[in-house]
């Protein structure tokens, strides 16, 4: 507001003069009522400014000027129009200020506001970190190689994740004994069995009409007759296989009045060897009845079996220890 004034000042000197006049020429004014609008136009010419110079010249000045009710009811003679002022260029604080207390850019060193992320000066990126990090190496891989944004197949990315992991859990349990164990028991249940004949028979002993071959057959009335206990029948099998279990029939017949007329095993040892020389050994506890009896095993690459007879019922006499026939069942 003060540097306006000693500007506005010399403007209005030349506007007194025309001031007197007007007294003397105001009576034939007052009907031109047209006349009224030619202050207006003026008026724009001197804006705001003149109005605080306007206290400063007293009551001479007013009705020159002609305010709109000064105007109205003042009598205004010819005026000389004034020299029009060229309207000096306002000068405004400036709004925002641009105080940088933000980081100086990395580039230029220009300092920046705090919220800009480009340099105002040289464009720079004021904040590096800001790059994408670099891709870890899983995601060059194909599910997971595309660039998505941060969100976007997450739910599915994770979910393929954890049946990796499981998938690979499962396989290492597999590697396991204990897991492969469990993995073939429940291949044994689920798949079928089929009997498996062995190529060679012998036995530590047998009884003269009895021999192990017997054992064999297929035929539940002919019998290995075991010289004693301790006597072993042993089978062997030309291609290693998964032997899933082990039928008997102890006694000399499937009938019960037969059956009991010779001495019969009731507790066996069967010892399993397989092809790269393990050896597993199992002990048979035999129901003293006619019939089938079935020893589950579940052992792979079986290539030899082989019964070692223990304890036997109705023993008496010298007869021979009754083996009916003995079966074995590999997995299909
Ligand atoms: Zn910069």
Redesign the pocket.
């Known amino acids: 507001m003060v540097p306006p004034r000693p500007t506005a000042a010399p403007a209005t000197p030349p506007v007194p003069p025309p001031a007197s006049p007007p007294a003397p020429a105001a009576p034939p004014r007052p009907p031109a009522a047209p006349e009224a609008p030619r202050p207006a136009p003026v008026r724009p010419q001197h804006p705001p400014h003149p109005a605080p110079v306007r206290p400063a010249a007293p009551a001479a000045r007013p009705p020159v000027r002609g305010e709109d009710p000064a105007g109205a009811e003042e009598p205004i003679g010819a005026v000389q129009p004034a020299k029009p002022v060229a309207r000096r260029p306002v000068v405004r604080p400036v709004e925002a200020d641009e105080a940088a207390e933000g980081p100086p850019?990395p580039?230029?060193g220009?300092p920046n506001l705090p919220g800009r992320r480009f340099?105002r000066?040289?464009a720079?990126p004021l904040r590096p970190e800001e790059r994408p990090a670099p891709l870890p190496w899983w995601r060059t891989v194909w599910p997971f190689r595309r660039r998505v944004r941060v969100r976007s197949g997450r739910a599915l990315r994770r979910v393929l994740m954890v049946l990796a992991v499981v998938g690979l859990l499962f396989a290492g349990f597999l590697f396991l004994p204990a897991g492969r164990v469990l993995f073939e028991d429940v291949r044994d249940k689920l798949g079928g069995t089929a009997e498996i004949s062995p190529t060679g028979v012998t036995a530590s002993g047998a009884a003269p009409g009895h021999p192990a071959r017997a054992a064999v057959d297929g035929l539940t009335n002919k019998y290995w007759g075991a010289p004693a206990l301790g006597a072993s029948l042993t089978c062997t099998f030309g291609t290693p296989f998964r032997l899933v279990g082990v039928v008997l029939h102890t006694g000399a017949s499937k009938e019960p009045e037969e059956f009991r007329q010779e001495p019969r095993p009731t507790r066996a040892d069967l010892i399993v060897t397989t092809a790269d020389g393990t050896v597993h050994e199992q002990e048979l506890t035999l129901n003293d009845k006619p019939g089938q009896q079935t020893v589950r095993t579940g052992i792979s690459d079986v290539v030899s079996v082989r019964l070692v007879l223990r304890e036997a019922a109705g023993q008496g006499g010298g007869r021979p220890i009754a083996v009916g026939e003995v079966e074995f069942f590999k997995r299909t």
């Open positions: 850019c580039a230029c220009t340099c000066r040289c720079a």
